[in-house]
Nanobody, 128 residues
């Protein structure tokens, strides 16, 4: 059973940085994608960044140049380094995985998002 557990959320001032982690367990797939989504209050969940099993990465336009997604296979951990944070980055951040496809293989918008497993989320709050 795949489990995803996020950590690293918190409160930070605009312009600051945070690094989110997602511990992945029960994972034996060789063709997959791992991604970070976020959901702000009153808004739809959206994909933020993704990494495929071949190492390819993709980012939402709103975070390009500010966020970096990485994966440490030895530690079975996914990361999201977030720099130059803005007020609009405030959201619950979720780690998710599609265990048989690359991120670009499907439309990753709601209501399904095409992801097989989700973590419970970690809250990021940006203040002015």
């Amino acid at each position: 059973q795949v489990q995803l557990v996020e950590s690293g959320g918190g409160s930070v001032q605009a312009g600051g940085s945070l690094k989110l982690s997602c511990a992945v367990s029960g994972y034996t797939y060789s063709y997959y994608c791992l991604a970070w989504f976020r959901q702000a209050p009153g808004k739809e969940r959206e994909g933020v960044a993704a990494i495929d099993s071949d190492g390819s990465t993709s980012y939402a336009d709103s975070v390009k140049g500010r966020f970096t997604i990485t994966q440490d296979n030895a530690k079975n951990t996914l990361y999201l380094q977030m720099n130059s944070l803005k007020l609009e980055d405030t959201a619950m951040y979720y780690c998710a995985t599609d265990t048989g496809n690359y991120y670009s293989d499907y439309d990753r918008r709601g209501p399904y998002y095409g992801m097989d497993y989700w973590g419970k989320g970690t809250l990021v709050t940006i203040s002015s």
